[in-house]
């Protein structure tokens, strides 16, 4: 069972910068997909970004394409994402997901197995 708790959340004005960190606490994190999926209020859970087991291939939401990258570290069981550009409608409880059985990059939350609790980001304007 793997455990995923997030960091890095906060309160930010647009156009400014965060880095979310998501650590996994189990021995299989460098063998399978992780993503990044978040849910405004009101609104339902939506991908934001998802990563290879290796790190080489990355998938994005158009809605964050070329603001955001995600990125692991294998030797320290940690994805990460970069937010630049916040905007007030990237305001949401952003959550860390792992697969336990693909090691492919996909944006669909049905293919994430383990999810970490969240963490929020409110982006003002």
């Known amino acids: 069972q793997e455990e995923l708790v997030e960091s890095g959340g906060g309160l930010v004005q647009a156009g400014d910068s965060l880095r979310l960190s998501c650590v996994a606490s189990?021995?299989?994190?460098?063998?399978?997909?992780m993503a990044w999926f978040r849910q405004a209020p009101g609104k339902d859970r939506e991908f934001v970004a998802a990563i290879s087991w290796s790190g080489d291939h990355t998938r994005y939401a158009d809605s964050v394409k070329d603001r955001f990258t995600i990125s692991r570290d294998n030797a320290e069981n940690t994805l990460f994402l970069s937010m630049n550009s916040l905007k007030p409608e990237d305001t949401a409880v952003y959550y860390c997901?792992?697969?336990?059985?693909?090691?492919?990059?996909?944006?669909?939350?049905?293919?994430?197995?383990?999810w970490g609790q969240g963490t929020q980001v409110t982006v003002s304007s």
């Open positions: 189990g021995p299989a994190f460098s063998a399978y997909a």
């Open positions: 997901a792992q697969s336990k059985h693909s090691g492919s990059a996909n944006y669909q939350w049905s293919q994430y197995d383990y």
